[in-house]
């Protein structure tokens, strides 16, 4: 959840990126196959390859494959897509939880692809709609529980409003103890506020990574340094920002819809 939609394009010879966010979901899209390292997202991931499949490895586990997959928060994988791919983001509470991957078909694919208005073989571009993505992503995997008012009013500021705010003082805003809010939102949301913080500074460092260097992005977002950024990057994802410049891409003007 970021608070006003963003997204960028990077293009450079036969490679294509495409990043957006908003309020329902965080995008990012490439014009060729990609395989990640193995990694554990605090947020649900969408798969949607353009034409090819989607696989996924976890340790000790055979391989799944299939047209798409939806890998459910905190599960540690490699994932990998043969072809040109969109990788839908979704916070965590925004889903019912699930114990493992959710296989999709082709049909349900391309109903995600036409929702998020990318049906064609070229790819999104950064006027995707995320919200009906989202909307179509629901039918999928089903409608989530409501969220502890008092855990919602925390989410909102760590991941919307101030990412710096002492915890003591969201605390206090929704009338309990530091401890207790801790415990709540490990409750409602199954994954610790330390790391739901992170993941949203993620989203904005990536955000950021067009209008200048990492470090620059890295600071902006509230991280120690560039080296945090980088290690957070790779735990979540499976690969470094540096790896979103490789070949020298140089950025198409990125657009802010604040």
């Not at 990492?214 to 902006?220: F, G, R, S, W, Y």
């Amino acid at each position: 959840m970021i608070r006003s939609p963003r997204a960028w394009e990077l293009e450079q010879n036969d490679r294509r990126i495409v990043f957006a966010a908003g309020t329902e979901a965080t995008m990012f899209a490439e014009s060729r196959p990609f395989r990640v390292s193995e990694h554990r997202l605090p947020a649900w991931k969408a798969v949607l390859p353009i034409g090819g499949h989607a696989e996924l490895l976890q340790p000790g586990l055979r391989m799944v494959a299939a047209p798409g997959l939806i890998v459910p928060p905190q599960l540690a994988h490699v994932c990998a897509a043969t072809s040109p791919y969109i990788a839908l983001f979704v916070d965590s509470w925004l889903l019912p939880s699930c114990p493992g991957p959710i296989r999709l078909d082709a049909g349900e694919v391309r109903r995600l692809l036409a929702a998020l208005g990318t049906a064609g073989p070229d790819g999104p571009g950064t006027q995707v709609d995320l919200a009906a993505g989202y909307t179509e992503l629901r039918a999928v995997a089903g409608r989530p529980t409501p969220l502890d008012p008092r855990v919602a009013h925390a989410l909102y500021v760590c991941m919307l409003r101030d990412s710096d705010m002492p915890l003591a003082s969201i605390a206090e805003e929704v009338g309990l103890s530091a401890p207790r809010l801790r415990t709540l939102v490990r409750q409602d949301v199954g994954i610790t506020l330390t790391r739901l913080r992170r993941w949203g500074r993620l989203r904005t460092a990536v955000a950021d990574l067009p209008t200048g260097a990492a470090a620059v992005a890295a600071a902006t977002a509230g991280f120690a340094d560039q080296a945090h950024l980088t290690r957070t990057a790779r735990d979540f994802v499976g690969r470094t920002p540096a790896s979103l410049r490789r070949d020298g891409a140089t950025p198409a003007a990125p657009r802010d819809d604040s």
